[in-house]
Nanobody
Framework: AQLVESGGGLVQPGGSLRLSCVAS????????IGWFRQAPGKEHEGVSCVSNNDGSTYYVDSVKGRFTISRDNAKNTVYLQMNNLKPEDTAVYHC?????????????????WGQGTRVTVSS
């Protein structure tokens, strides 16, 4: 059982990408999922999360108004739509299970990191 990320790539500033997090070997319904990113030389940062029950979401301040998290349990997938990308969004993005998702609290992941998907924002 694992979460598999995809959708990253090279994009110019102002561009958009949609990341996907697909559950393999288990059903995503019932799980609260978060997106995290690790920029070169930095620690992992919680970017966003979405609750499994009431749909509560969290966004780190730097992405508010630009990123949108959503989930499609029928497709066993959580998405991160990223618009108006900036060079500082460059990082490897991971998804992970989190215990809870609250609007004002950064998510805390559990389990090990997967391979992630690399996002590079550059002109």
């Amino acid at each position: 059982a694992q979460l598999v990320e995809s959708g990253g790539g090279l994009v110019q500033p102002g561009g958009s990408l949609r990341l996907s997090c697909v559950a393999s070997g288990f059903t995503l319904d019932g799980w609260t999922i978060g997106w995290f990113r690790q920029a070169p030389g930095k620690e992992h940062e919680g970017v966003s999360c979405v609750s499994n029950n009431d749909g509560s979401t969290y966004y780190v301040d730097s992405v508010k108004g630009r990123f949108t998290i959503s989930r499609d349990n029928a497709k066993n997938t959580v998405y991160l739509q990223m618009n108006n990308l900036k060079p500082e969004d460059t990082a490897v993005y991971h998804c992970a299970g989190v215990h809870r998702c609250l609007e004002h609290d950064p998510p805390t992941p559990f389990g090990s990191w997967g391979q992630g998907t690399r996002v590079t924002v550059s002109s």
